[in-house]
């Protein structure tokens, strides 16, 4: 569950269905919770997360579960609130988590991720056409390589297996080069990744256990594109 909406309106929501309690403020969260042991957790890159006891949890459960879809005259609909950047990423949520999270810490918030779209009853292919296209809203593309598959060549055998990205993650790292360019993708490889040959010359970012390994080298990317970063925040973050 999302919610990009203000905390008074979320608060008027909760208080509308008969739930009343306090909220507390935390490093990247806001905690909501009531006298009957319900929480509710709001996380700053907009995800909603139920705690507690029964049956003040259900309540809270209910109430916000289509929290997606609630649209207030200064806020635009979830789905259709997304920045510029447009995210490949392979089986690896955890590395995505934390790009979201550190983008999110520094201003940029909701980067365009099909995975976590209804893609609006479009295919892959047809949505990252679309976003990718004149019209589209995308004008960066960043690529988590990240090893999500083994592999080797028969030529090689198997004492030369590497890890590999997902095959989808390869074809859409060629939409995103092929229509925004070598100057606009950003590719970001976990540990050791087999790399396409096709992509010798191109720059990536390598990084072992978390992003934040690499996110000052990242934005520096990103401010090349033309990308705003907070720079009080990035040292925040990095520090």
């Avoid at 690896?92 to 934390?98: M, P, T």
Wanted: proline share 2%; charged share 30%.
């Amino acid at each position: 569950m999302k919610f990009y909406g203000k905390i008074e309106d979320l608060t008027s929501k909760l208080n509308d269905n008969g739930i009343e309690g306090d909220w507390q403020e935390g490093a990247g969260q806001n905690k909501f919770r009531t006298k009957e042991g319900g929480v509710l957790i709001w996380y700053d890159n907009g995800t909603l997360l139920c705690q507690g006891k029964e049956p003040s949890k259900n309540k809270i459960f209910n109430v916000v579960k289509y929290a997606e879809n609630w649209i207030f005259t200064s806020e635009k609909k979830a789905e259709e609130k997304h920045s510029n950047i447009f995210v490949v990423y392979g089986h690896d949520i955890q590395s995505r988590e934390q790009l979201e999270f550190l983008l999110s810490k520094i201003g940029i918030d909701d980067p365009f991720i099909l995975g976590k779209t209804s893609g609006k009853g479009q295919t892959i292919i047809e949505a990252l056409e679309y976003h990718l296209s004149r019209d589209g809203e995308a004008t960066v593309g960043i690529v988590l390589l990240t090893p999500d598959d083994m592999g080797y060549s028969v030529k090689d055998g198997p004492e030369k297996v590497l890890g590999r990205a997902r095959q989808n993650v390869i074809l859409e790292m060629g939409m995103l080069l092929s229509k925004l360019g070598r100057k606009h993708t950003i590719i970001l490889v976990k540990g050791n990744v087999e790399r396409p040959s096709d992509l010798d010359g191109i720059i990536y970012l390598q990084y072992e256990n978390h992003i934040k390994e690499i996110f000052g080298k990242l934005c520096d990317r990103l401010e090349d594109m033309g990308v705003e970063i907070d720079h009080k925040k990035l040292t925040k973050i990095l520090s």
